[in-house]
């Protein structure tokens, strides 16, 4: 197979990491550290879920001058959402915040993100969805992921869509890597199985496609293997939300981000992609019911992913895409065949002689 060029040649990786059960109670101590360094109150991001955890919320300390924003999880961020935020807290004065806390799964962790770049650069969301369109450092920004897969608290990318034009990109920025996380993996104790295996599977996922692909990164190879054996040891295991699974799921979503910020997904995301931007679907489920048709591409990994599937007892959501429209049909092919970089990464740079509107159809129709 001929190896191509990623042009990612610099890469970065978030500053500051810590890992193990209740490091959350490190959090207050990070943060006076930057009250007292650069003054000004936290804006903290947090999952909605969490209001009603106040147990959990206790933990964060928040001081009577920071602000906290519940940010809804039922859809994944949109430009005139985080638009919308920041322009409330300009009106309130909170241009300048000693830092941004994002806690929760990849969609708070993304608006905190996109949030934190705004308040520096000016300007709207849409300006920066693209590669290398932030102009000077964001906010100083800490990630308390709260589910595991996403890899959020690790890439270089905040995934947002416009829905104007359609388009469902992030601002790919060194800008927009995290300066700190905290991995605590008792947060994670209360996600619902299925989410938590979906979600898990993203991790698994962004390093199948990378390994196969044919943009490559010597580091990028090795944290992709790391992340597949922890996946493995998680989801072939009996229980796999014991306290030390929940601990290797964390590591392997980190390590998946920091390997998927050195190379491109493949085949599987493009297809996601289409079900999330036409159907609705959310990112990680809809890789999980991609998987119904990638035998043929992904053959041992198929075979493996069915196997923790059943393993574990999921289910998978079946003939989502089965009997639509023509028009629905022709949305999903173009929605899928956007990808350039992913698809040539999966099937080189001959990929639509391949994937035909005929050939992603019956692709569609199989899952
Ligand atoms: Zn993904």
């Given at each position: 197979m001929n190896i191509l060029d990623t042009n990612i040649k610099n890469v970065r990786n978030v500053l500051r990491y810590t890992i193990g059960a209740g490091s959350l109670t490190e959090l207050p101590n990070l943060l006076e550290r930057r009250?007292?360094?650069?003054?000004?109150?936290?804006?903290?991001?947090?999952?909605?879920?969490?209001?009603?955890?106040?147990?959990?919320?206790?933990?964060?300390?928040?001081?009577?001058?920071?602000?906290?924003?519940?940010?809804?999880?039922?859809?994944?961020?949109?430009?005139?959402?985080?638009?919308?935020?920041?322009?409330?807290?300009?009106?309130?004065?909170?241009?300048?915040?000693?830092?941004?806390?994002?806690?929760?799964?990849?969609?708070?962790?993304?608006?905190?993100?996109?949030?934190?770049?705004?308040?520096?650069?000016?300007?709207?969301?849409?300006?920066?969805?693209?590669?290398?369109?932030?102009?000077?450092?964001?906010?100083?920004?800490?990630?308390?992921?709260?589910?595991?897969?996403?890899?959020?608290?690790a890439t270089r990318t905040c995934v947002m869509t416009n829905k104007r034009s359609g388009l469902k990109l992030g601002m790919n920025s060194d800008f927009t890597v995290y300066d700190q996380i905290v991995m605590d993996p008792e947060l994670t104790a209360t996600v619902p199985r299925n989410q938590y295996f979906y979600t898990g599977m993203d991790a698994y996922i962004h390093c199948v496609e990378a390994l196969a692909g044919r943009y490559r990164n010597a580091i990028g190879d090795a944290y992709s293997r790391e992340t597949i054996n922890l996946c493995r040891q998680v989801f072939l295991d009996g229980d796999m939300k014991s306290s030390l699974n929940r601990e290797r799921l964390m590591v392997a979503s980190y390590l998946g981000g920091c390997a998927i910020a050195t190379s491109y997904v493949g085949l599987i995301h493009p297809f996601s992609a289409g079900?999330?931007?036409?159907?609705?679907?959310?990112?990680?489920?809809?890789?999980?019911?991609?998987?119904?048709?990638?035998?043929?591409?992904?053959?041992?990994?198929?075979?493996?992913?069915?196997?923790?599937?059943?393993?574990?007892?999921?289910?998978?959501?079946?003939?989502?895409?089965?009997?639509?429209?023509?028009?629905?049909?022709?949305?999903?092919?173009?929605?899928?065949?956007?990808?350039?970089?992913?698809?040539?990464?999966?099937?080189?740079?001959?990929?639509?002689?391949i994937l035909t509107p005929d050939k992603v159809q019956s692709i569609f129709k199989k899952i």
């Open positions: 009250r007292t360094l650069h003054g000004g109150p936290v804006v903290f991001f947090i999952d909605e879920f969490f209001q009603s955890q106040p147990d959990i919320i206790s933990h964060l300390y928040l001081s009577t001058n920071d602000h906290a924003i519940y940010v809804p999880t039922k859809e994944e961020p949109c430009t005139d959402q985080v638009d919308q935020i920041v322009t409330k807290l300009q009106a309130d004065g909170l241009n300048e915040p000693a830092a941004i806390v994002g806690m929760g799964g990849g969609i708070v962790l993304d608006v905190a993100k996109a949030v934190a770049n705004l308040l520096t650069n000016g300007g709207l969301a849409e300006d920066y969805q693209g590669w290398d369109l932030v102009k000077v450092p964001a906010i100083y920004k800490v990630a308390v992921p709260t589910i595991s897969g996403t890899g959020a608290e079900l999330s931007v036409v159907l609705g679907l959310h990112h990680c489920v809809a890789n999980c019911i991609v998987m119904r048709a990638m035998q043929p591409y992904y053959p041992e990994f198929y075979e493996e992913f069915w196997a923790m599937v059943n393993k574990q007892g999921i289910s998978i959501p079946e003939g989502v895409a089965q009997n639509l429209s023509d028009d629905k049909y022709e949305q999903l092919f173009a929605s899928t065949i956007i990808h350039q970089k992913p698809l040539t990464n999966a099937l080189g740079e001959t990929y639509r002689d």
